[in-house]
């Protein structure tokens, strides 16, 4: 839920209308940031910092993209500016908002989409890094349209 409205993301309509745009042609990015533009609100605001990361982890000129580690630093530096809090990548199952959990499975998304196995390597990736692997999975899997 939203910390602000306490209302719940319409994270299942958001991830439909991407499948739908993916489906028509659309590159996975550009389906995200239209789709978040035309939905607007907490969706949209969200967006933003997840995509701005996958950016900088893909880059190969950033500090980021050159982690043995990328993707858990990509997440937990989403998470220290999210909160303004150290990220202690040793524990297994941390609590998460249903934003952090949008955000990193967004990135995750993001960054997987181009591969050949998609939802395979995303959901690979989402097994090895601390935090809520459940709610991630799900919402991946909402991304590639598998139930």
Same mark, same amino acid.
């Given at each position: 839920?939203?910390?602000?409205? /306490?209302?719940? #993301?319409? $994270?299942? +309509?958001?991830?439909?209308?991407?499948? %739908?745009?993916?489906?028509?042609?659309?590159?996975?990015?550009?389906?995200?940031?239209?789709?978040?533009?035309?939905?607007?609100?907490? $969706? +949209?605001? #969200?967006?933003?910092?997840?995509?701005? /990361?996958?950016?900088?982890?893909?880059?190969?000129?950033?500090?980021?993209?050159?982690?043995?580690?990328?993707?858990?630093? +990509?997440?937990?530096?989403?998470?220290?500016?999210?909160?303004?809090?150290?990220?202690?990548?040793?524990?297994?199952?941390?609590?998460?908002?249903?934003?952090?959990?949008?955000?990193?499975?967004?990135? #995750?998304?993001? /960054?997987?989409?181009? %591969?050949?196995?998609?939802?395979?390597?995303? #959901?690979?990736?989402?097994?090895?890094?601390?935090?809520? /692997?459940?709610?991630?999975?799900?919402?991946?899997?909402?991304?590639?349209?598998?139930?």
């Amino acid at each position: 839920m939203s910390e602000k409205t /306490k209302e719940p #993301l319409p $994270i299942e +309509a958001f991830f439909k209308d991407v499948v %739908s745009k993916v489906e028509e042609g659309m590159a996975y990015r550009d389906a995200v940031q239209l789709c978040a533009v035309m939905m607007g609100g907490e $969706i +949209a605001r #969200l967006v933003s910092p997840a995509i701005n /990361k996958y950016q900088e982890a893909i880059f190969e000129q950033t500090e980021l993209s050159q982690q043995p580690n990328v993707d858990e630093c +990509a997440l937990a530096s989403m998470g220290k500016l999210w909160h303004g809090e150290n990220f202690e990548g040793n524990v297994e199952q941390m609590h998460c908002t249903e934003e952090e959990s949008f955000l990193d499975a967004l990135y #995750l998304v993001l /960054k997987y989409a181009k %591969s050949q196995n998609s939802l395979e390597s995303s #959901l690979a990736v989402n097994d090895t890094i601390c935090g809520d /692997k459940v709610a991630r999975m799900a919402m991946i899997k909402m991304a590639f349209d598998e139930k």
